[in-house]
């Protein structure tokens, strides 16, 4: 259970955010693929949380985000007087409070390997996130296509393919929806946006992302924002 506010005043927002539980500073659904990655866990796995937007691409965006946490971005996780900023640094925290929830994958071996896939995707794939800014409302079906975006692609599928093979059994990356997921998701966006062609598996594997309750409350609500960010949709493909 969450509730939902769209950033007020900075006083207010910083009041409201150091109540008692958890709040997540997030950007605009369509936008923020950071965002996305430990809203989609926390709702996931049910841990009760407020949420606070702050649309991105205003004259008052960084003002509004500093107040936050000094490093300037989205997400940030509150939990009482301590601040969570990065979107790996939050879900490790979550593991570590919630363990009964089994963010993280049981076996050791998976998990080792899921922890692996979140830290190349958080690191890595430059090229994709410069040639295929996520934005759920549009469609740019074969744009995008870099020789990087499409090495990226490539190096996608072989880690979809090979914990899906070794530890998903058909299902998702490990078996039950993890912190791994979570933070695939995103790309599951992107290739929707842009029509990437995937292997009939890894096709059926982003139709159950997209079908997961938590992704699929993520993307209704993205759908219903009507505020834009000029700068994220100037990074569009013509």
């Known amino acids: 259970m969450q509730t939902t506010e769209l950033d007020p005043t900075l006083s207010q927002a910083l009041a409201n955010a150091r109540a008692p539980g958890l709040t997540l500073i997030i950007g ?14 926390m709702t996931a796995f049910g841990i009760p949380f407020q949420e606070v937007r702050v649309l991105l691409d205003q004259d008052d965006t960084a003002n509004r ?16 007087e301590m601040t ?3 979107s790996l640094a939050i879900c490790e925290y979550l593991a570590e409070q919630f363990q009964e929830l089994h963010l993280w994958p049981q076996d050791v071996a998976a998990r080792a390997m899921a922890r692996s896939v979140c830290a190349e995707m958080h690191s890595g794939f430059a090229d994709l996130r410069t040639a295929m800014a996520m934005n759920i409302r549009a469609s740019y079906p074969g744009k995008g296509r ?13 880690i979809w393919e090979e914990c899906l093979s070794r ?6 990356l490990f078996g039950e929806f993890t912190i791994a997921d979570a933070f695939f ?5 992107r290739f929707r946006t842009y029509g990437v062609t995937l292997a009939p598996a890894l096709n059926a594997y982003c139709d159950r992302v997209r079908a997961h ?12 924002e009507t505020e834009m960010a000029p700068r994220h949709d100037a990074d569009m493909p013509d």
């Open 185 to 189: 998701a995103p790309v599951v966006m």
């Open 28 to 41: 605009n659904k369509n936008y923020s693929s950071w965002s996305m990655r430990p809203w989609v866990a």
């Open 84 to 86: 969570i900023w990065d």
């Open 146 to 158: 870099t020789t990087g975006s499409q090495a990226d692609i490539g190096r996608i599928s072989e």
């Open 65 to 80: 985000i500093a107040a936050y946490s000094a490093a300037g971005r989205v997400p940030v996780l509150l939990a009482g």
């Open 213 to 224: 309750p938590a992704v699929a409350r993520w993307i209704t609500e993205a759908l219903a």
């Open 167 to 172: 530890f998903g059994h058909h299902q998702f």
